[in-house]
């Protein structure tokens, strides 16, 4: 079955760090442009950091640039979120999405939606 799952999120006091996995089941994500999102209690979803597909070419919301990396690793069929120096409004649920080829400055529509993980950063 096609399937899209994040793991990884929890409880992590300021100034710490998680990392995020979103791995794929029935499709070769090395093929396709991965966006990972963050919807916060009350606030609409907004894109936090891209992975391109063939290039790998990388993006990131300003908010979260030098803090942040995504990456992939093709023999897990997997990318990552590595999370660092977290600050409490990075506090929400984090969903990946995928997109067959494209790349992420067009990237808009997607194939595959997970169903998210919970980040919540306090002390």
């Known amino acids: 079955q096609v399937q899209l799952v994040e793991s990884g999120g929890g409880l992590v006091q300021p100034g710490g760090s998680l990392r995020l996995s979103c791995a794929a089941s029935g499709f070769t994500l090395n093929s396709y442009t991965i966006r990972w999102f963050r919807q916060a209690p009350g606030k609409e979803r907004e894109g936090v950091s891209c992975?391109?597909?063939?290039?790998?070419?990388?993006y990131y919301k300003d908010s979260v640039k030098g803090r942040f990396t995504i990456s992939r690793d093709n023999a897990k069929n997997t990318v990552y979120l590595q999370m660092n120096s977290l600050k409490p409004e990075d506090t929400a649920v984090y969903i990946c999405?995928?997109?067959?080829?494209?790349?992420?400055?067009?990237?808009?529509?997607?194939?595959?939606w997970g169903r998210g993980t919970h980040v919540t950063v306090s002390s």
């Open positions: 999405a995928a997109l067959r080829g494209s790349y992420c400055p067009v990237a808009q529509r997607y194939d595959y």
């Open positions: 992975i391109s597909s063939n290039t790998d070419s990388t």
